[in-house]
């Protein structure tokens, strides 16, 4: 048997002054006339008819004796009346309340693009507030303060927000405490890791499913977030506890950007993440060409030795060097290194993205097979 929800309040208080107003139209009665025969001043019946007076005892009885309704109903009504002006104010001071702790959260953090991407439904600030409070965890709004210091790698060509670098960090946090791992990591097997990761690029098949089935037998969480406006970001390593992240949003969706993406981040995870369990690895717009750091954007020390990792990862440094020597031809080239690459067995774009990283020759013809599948 259904019961009545007891807790429910209108999100507006009903007078009964309003009700008694109706009554009289219906009973064709003037609020003058009806007045006088209560004994009211019109002016005092017009202010209680519009909610600015509450209903009395001694002024519900004279409504019981004129037009039949009990004295009990009125004033049940206006304790009714009472109760909830008090809820929606204490509901309304809520709702303020809420709005304010969201302003001060979207100084941190897109809360637009969170509620989004998180699917939050909700009907009351103060509903949206638990829900994004729930979701974030101990994410609070200060440790949100991403530090833009020597942890990322800053592109000169990338515009940086740091409100939305900051939403996207805090998804990569939250979509990794939802993922297991099966294994326990180890950074005495990164070799034989290295080789099944390089492996399962060349393939190109079901990429990102054998990616994160592989990292997680080495027990290393991986996944795919996608990016958010404002924010080029390629990847991100870094502890959930004892275990190892790797989280990429793969904006370009390509075999040769993804493969140089997650190698990169593995270096970080063997070698500089280990000894600083706080420490973190955010890596923005990796493909930009510069004169400097293996024809990437600005490194620190970190960065270098990743990005050198993730080349030599790919393609040994001894293979490369046997590489074609041909003209700097963007057709002649690609036909070259094509060839080279099925000599090889490789898959051709790890060749020939490395080809346009480092001779900074963006524009190859693209067949299709480019794309992560």
């Known amino acids: 048997m259904a019961t009545k929800n007891e807790n429910i309040t209108p999100f507006m208080a009903v007078h009964p002054g309003s009700i008694l107003k109706e009554e009289l139209k219906e009973r064709n009665i003037k609020q003058k006339d009806f007045a006088k025969t209560i004994g009211m001043q019109p002016t005092h019946l017009n202010s209680l008819i519009h909610g600015y007076r509450p209903i009395s ?3 519900a009885d004279r409504l019981e004796e004129q037009l039949g309704i009990s004295s009990i109903s009125w004033q049940n009504l206006q304790t009714q009346f ?4 008090k809820i929606i104010n204490e509901r309304d001071a809520e709702e303020q309340k809420a709005i304010k702790k969201l302003q001060y959260l979207n100084d941190h953090v897109s809360v637009n693009t969170l509620v989004k991407r998180l699917k939050i439904k909700y009907s009351t600030k103060k509903e949206e507030l638990n829900l994004l409070e729930e979701a974030i965890g101990n994410h609070s709004a200060e440790k949100l303060q991403f530090s833009l210091s020597s942890l990322f790698r800053r592109s ?5 927000d740091n409100q939305m670098i900051n939403t996207w960090v805090l998804l990569a946090n939250i979509y990794a405490k939802s993922l297991s791992v099966k294994g326990k990591y180890n950074s005495k097997e990164s070799n034989s890791l290295t080789t099944d990761l390089v492996k399962i690029f060349n393939e190109n098949s079901n990429t990102v499913k054998k990616l994160t089935n592989r990292f ?3 027990g290393i969480k991986f996944g795919v977030v996608e990016k958010v406006d404002k924010a080029s970001i390629d990847g991100y390593s870094f502890m959930d506890g004892k275990t190892p992240c790797i989280i990429v949003t793969m ?3 390509r075999i040769d950007s993804l493969a140089f993406s997650v190698m990169h981040e593995l270096c970080h995870v063997m070698n500089h993440l ?5 420490k973190h690895f955010l890596d923005l717009d990796f493909h930009t060409p510069d004169s400097d750091c293996t024809g990437y954007s600005k490194c620190s020390r970190e960065e270098s030795e990743a990005d050198k990792f993730a080349v030599n990862a790919i393609i040994p440094e001894e293979l490369w060097r046997k590489s074609p020597e041909t003209k700097a031809n963007a057709y002649i080239l690609q036909k070259a290194f094509t060839n080279w690459a099925e000599e090889i067995h490789y898959n051709k774009w790890l060749v020939l993205g490395r080809v346009c990283h480092e ?11 480019r794309k992560v599948r």
Do not use: C, I
């Open 216 to 218: 997680s037998q080495s």
């Open 359 to 369: 001779l900074g020759m963006w524009r190859l013809k693209d067949d299709g097979s």
């Open 82 to 85: 009472n109760h909830d002006v």
């Open 251 to 253: 904006r370009y969706n």
């Open 57 to 59: 005892a001694g002024v």
């Open 156 to 160: 000169e060509k990338t515009g940086l």
């Open 274 to 278: 280990s000894d600083d369990k706080e």
